[in-house]
């Protein structure tokens, strides 16, 4: 059979079976679809259409609702301090101009975004890549020995998906404020029977210039503390203790 | 003929070609080689949660399903409450006990692995979305990331078509008992690979637009700042530090060919060059920043770009192959 025959076969073949050969005239009335030719009836076309075009917009819709945000009008001077700067203007000024049309049609597809798991951007290392956050902890057991970890570290965590699910709870527990931060905490306290510590730090990147002046990316001093959290037992919520420079 | 049959024309002939690009019928060659594909990434995303299952899946694990539904998958509702939202669902979110999470996991497993081989493909790659999505929710916001997002998308079209049609368990079955017939040309398979198609090409635009926006994308030095991560890193390629116009060149051809994707993939003279610079660029962050099944997720959506004709050329020998030592007759 040519390769011609096999992209363009129809679903059934034109040669009528023996068995329909011998069915009367009028149940093989319904003509047999050419090679290639659109199915299906037109009033099915324009209903699949719509749900097309519908599902297609959704899509496109997630994106571009969560790239676009609110703008200032141009020239737009907020209130001054006492110092004669301009203050921060709050979300809730009447001067912020809203992306309307994205996020009213964002707002009409979310239930079905997030049903199909569509509701996300995709922006891949954008707008800029930045360093990466890294959590250590310690747990005292109840004998007194102490285990310390860090997460995402490639000897302790394999294969290296795992590593890079344990880089992903580093790096979200900045979206989702220090909390989580206790949450983990709390998850060791429980796994290892003692309490935690848990310090959030990022990893500072090095340029070109500092590379070839010798300096390594991995050289302890490209960590900077971000803040710590503590937790006492698995019963007792973790507190956070100091958030020096913290970004949450 | 005047304005009005012009435009009724134009109309008729504008249907005649959606309708050719939406619905007509195509070898599931394409879509079910993204199925063997697909299906053997889901697989392995997911038999890696195996190694940590309780503490990224079961209820009080990392985030504890109750702090995620409460406070992180919430809406605002007009007294100022917050309310988890009822369409981010998972089937995680009612299960308490540690032993049926582990038994989801194997079945899982089980469905991932059928939808590989394509053994029960409608239902399997029906059980195979519904379990991506139950997977990726549990975990967003947490440990979810672009792995999680790609799965979905092409576990989701791949309940569309007949995914199973080729190089499949299923196939194979057939022609034991003697249905020698070819696979039929498929509009829903046309379909399937239409949709895919199309995300794709969203998901490079807002890329490509998001990236335009950054200071580094624009400089023409952010490819440095990504491999001279060392979290990400899986081969050092920090003497790129002494070749800035290389960094610049890969920078830039990768914000505009992200941005220009949706357009260039459509011509038949820059199809294969915009399909081999992802296969470049996603094998590239597959190689050197350690994401390896995402950089193989992407390059496996690419392929729904190519045409079933090719991928029979490609696939056929290996498969007839492979269906005969599993026949016995090899």
Redesign the interface.
């Known amino acids: 059979?040519s390769?011609k025959?096999?992209?363009?076969?129809?679903?059934?073949?034109d040669e009528p079976s023996k068995a329909e050969k011998t069915q009367p005239a009028k149940k093989r009335a319904k003509p047999k679809r050419p090679?290639?030719?659109?199915?299906?009836h037109p009033a099915v076309?324009v209903i699949?259409?719509v749900l097309?075009i519908l599902?297609?917009t959704a899509?496109?819709v997630a994106?571009?609702a969560l790239?676009t945000k609110p703008a200032l009008p141009p020239g737009f001077v907020g209130p001054l301090d006492a110092n004669g700067q301009p203050q921060m203007i709050p979300n809730n000024h009447p001067a912020w101009q809203m992306p309307v049309v994205p996020q009213t049609l964002h707002k009409a597809f979310?239930?079905?975004l997030?049903?199909?798991?569509?509701n996300?951007?995709?922006?891949?290392?954008?707008?800029?890549?930045?360093?990466?956050h890294?959590i250590d902890y310690q747990v005292t057991q109840p004998d007194g020995t102490v285990v310390e970890g860090r997460f995402?570290d490639l000897e302790q965590q394999?294969?290296?998906?795992?590593?890079?699910?344990?880089?992903?709870?580093a790096e979200?527990t900045q979206?989702?404020g220090l909390?989580?931060g206790q949450?983990?905490a709390d998850?060791l306290a429980?796994?290892h029977g003692g309490p935690c510590r848990l310090e959030l730090s990022v990893?500072l990147?090095?340029?070109?210039?500092d590379?070839?002046e010798g300096k390594e990316?991995?050289d302890p001093k490209?960590y900077q503390f971000i803040a710590s959290v503590e937790s006492q037992s698995e019963n007792q919520a973790a507190e956070t203790i100091a958030i020096p420079g913290g970004t949450q | 003929m005047g304005i009005f049959g012009d435009i009724r024309s134009y109309l008729g002939e504008a249907w005649e070609v959606w309708n050719r690009f939406w619905f007509k019928p195509t070898d599931p060659a394409t879509l079910s080689l993204i199925r063997v594909l697909a299906g053997a990434l889901l697989f392995y995303t997911h038999l890696v949660w195996t190694f940590d299952l309780q503490a990224f899946i079961g209820p009080e694990g990392w985030l504890p399903v109750e702090y995620l539904r409460n406070h992180l998958q919430v809406t605002e509702q007009l007294d100022g409450t917050l309310t988890p939202i009822w369409s981010v669902w998972s089937v995680f979110f009612w299960i308490e006990q540690p032993w049926a999470v582990w038994c989801v996991h194997i079945l899982a497993l089980v469905v991932f692995f059928c939808l590989m081989v394509g053994q029960f493909s409608r239902i399997s790659s029906v059980l195979g979305f519904l379990l991506a999505v139950s997977y990726a929710q549990r975990v967003s916001p947490g440990a979810f990331w672009g792995l999680d997002k790609v799965n979905c998308m092409m576990a989701l079209y791949l309940m569309l078509g007949p995914c199973g049609a080729r190089y499949s368990l299923d196939r194979l079955w057939r022609l034991r008992r003697g249905d020698t017939s070819e696979a039929p040309a498929s509009a829903t398979a046309n379909l399937a690979i239409r949709l895919l198609q199309m995300q794709l090409c969203i998901i490079y635009l807002f890329s490509g637009l998001a990236k335009m926006q950054g200071e580094n994308w624009q400089a023409g030095t952010a490819v440095w700042w990504a491999v001279a991560n060392f979290e990400y890193q899986s081969i050092d390629m920090t003497w790129l530090a002494g070749y800035p116009a290389l960094v610049a060149l890969a920078t830039h051809v990768t914000v505009f060919w992200e941005s220009f994707y949706i357009a260039l993939i459509w011509n038949r003279f820059m199809l294969p060059i915009t399909l081999w610079i992802a296969v470049a660029v996603h094998g590239g962050i597959a190689l050197f920043m350690g994401m390896i099944t995402f950089g193989l997720a992407m390059i496996f959506a690419n392929l729904s770009f190519v045409s079933p004709s090719t991928v029979r050329r490609w696939v056929d020998p290996l498969a007839d192959r492979v269906a005969l030592k599993l026949s016995g007759d090899g």
């Open positions: 059979m390769k025959r096999h992209e363009n076969q129809p679903a059934r073949s090679a290639g030719e659109v199915p299906w076309r699949l259409s097309v599902h297609v899509v496109f994106p571009w790239s979310s239930h079905y997030n049903l199909a798991y569509l996300h951007g995709y922006e891949f290392f954008a707008p800029d890549p930045s360093g990466t890294v995402p394999w294969p290296r998906l795992l590593y890079h699910r344990h880089m992903m709870l979200q979206r989702m909390e989580s949450h983990y998850h429980r796994l990893h990147l090095l340029s070109p210039a590379v070839l990316i991995d490209t």
